[in-house]
């Protein structure tokens, strides 16, 4: 039972233009929305959360967009850079707070080239 | 101000030998958290621990699988009996405290390979 689904096992992109990774997810408890990067040998990242309270969080180049309705969520990275090329993983909770555990998508390997 | 460390980067272990994985945390955090990544695919939580206390287990398989975190020293993850199912990448989380995602450091994981 995949409750965290990235359907994009790849995704390559010229640098500087728009990345645009896609979650979906099934468990409407979940409210609490993270994106993690992953280079090999490495362990996660975090990158930007999103709060279901939200359509929209940014930070830099990074922007997560979340659309309750659709239970998806996006992560726009704009300019795309080549140190962005990564495992890209979506993760959810029940609440930021009362949660302990993620759960994680299977990951978007993004590649961007120069 | 190290991260969260685990040891060793790399196990490798016959089938039915044990295996121990170690993770400190980062200093100041109390919560220990273990996930477990399969080949391709995503990574699959197992664990939860404050120091001397298991608060989640649910995702950790009923038999062959333990784990603590003593008052002192690292958190261990024990696998008895090891079979080549359990071979996988093995990741340590630590926070300072509960549901605390965005303070979650992940460490750099011990790769378990069953031969």
């Known amino acids: 039972d995949q409750q965290v689904k990235q359907n994009s096992p790849s995704l390559s992109v010229q640098e500087g233009r728009i990345s645009i990774l896609n979650c979906d997810y099934t468990n409407s408890m979940f409210d609490y929305f993270l994106w993690y990067k992953k280079y090999p040998a490495e362990g996660p990242t975090f990158l930007i959360s999103i709060s279901s309270i939200k359509d929209k969080n940014e930070d830099g180049r990074f922007t997560v967009f979340l659309n309750k309705s659709a239970k998806h969520l996006s992560l726009h990275i704009v300019p795309s850079q080549p140190g962005d090329s990564a495992v890209y993983f979506c993760a959810a909770s029940e609440g930021e707070t009362s949660g302990s555990r993620l759960t994680f998508g299977e990951g978007t390997q993004l590649t961007v080239n120069p | 101000n190290a991260g969260v460390m685990q040891n060793p980067r790399h196990l490798v272990r016959r089938r039915g030998q044990e295996a121990r994985l170690r993770c400190s945390p980062m200093?100041?955090?109390?919560?220990v958290y273990w996930y477990r990544q399969l080949p391709e695919e995503g990574l699959k939580f197992m664990v939860y621990?404050?120091?001397?206390?298991?608060?989640?287990e649910s995702g950790m398989p009923k038999e062959r699988f333990s784990a603590e975190f003593p008052k002192e020293g690292p958190s261990i993850l024990r696998i008895q009996q090891v079979v080549r199912g359990d071979s996988a990448a093995y990741f340590c989380?630590?926070?300072?405290?509960?549901?605390?995602?965005?303070?979650?450091?992940f460490g750099s994981g011990t790769r378990l390979t069953v031969v």
């Open positions: 989380a630590s926070s300072p405290r509960l549901g605390a995602m965005n303070g979650y450091t």
């Open positions: 621990l404050q120091k001397e206390n298991i608060i989640d």
């Open positions: 200093k100041g955090h109390s919560h």
